[in-house]
C-alpha cells in the first residue's frame, strides 16, 4: 500500500513539475557578475529551489556535527562529576565529637 501512495506522489509530482515547465517557458536573462545566461524561467526557479536546498542542508549539518560536539563535551563532563561525586561519597566522615 506504501508503494503505491510512493508511485502516485510521483507521478503527481512529475505531473505538475511538468505543468509548470510548460507554463513558465519564456526566456529569462540572469545577469551575474562575471557573465549573464539565458534560460527557461521554470529551469532557472529550479535551480534557485535545488541551490537553496543544498545550502540549507550544508547549514543544518554544520549545526549538527557542533550540537554533537557540545553533546559529547557534555557527557564527558557529567561522567568525570559522577566519578568525583563516587569518589566523595567513599571517603569516611570523621566525627570530632
Known sequence: MKRI???IAIIITLVVGAV???RNATEV??????????????LAIVI???LGACL???VSLI????ARREIQR????ADISRKELTN??????????
Open 48 to 50: 534557485a529551489l535545488i
Open 20 to 22: 509548470f515547465s510548460a
Open 56 to 58: 540549507g542542508v550544508l
Open 88 to 97: 566523595l561519597r567513599a571517603i569516611p566522615l570523621k566525627d570530632e565529637h
Open 74 to 77: 557534555l557527557k564527558k563532563q
Open 63 to 66: 549545526w549538527m556535527v557542533s
Open 29 to 42: 536573462k540572469l545577469d551575474f557578475i562575471f557573465t549573464v545566461v539565458q534560460t527557461n524561467l521554470s
Open 5 to 7: 501512495i510512493y508511485i
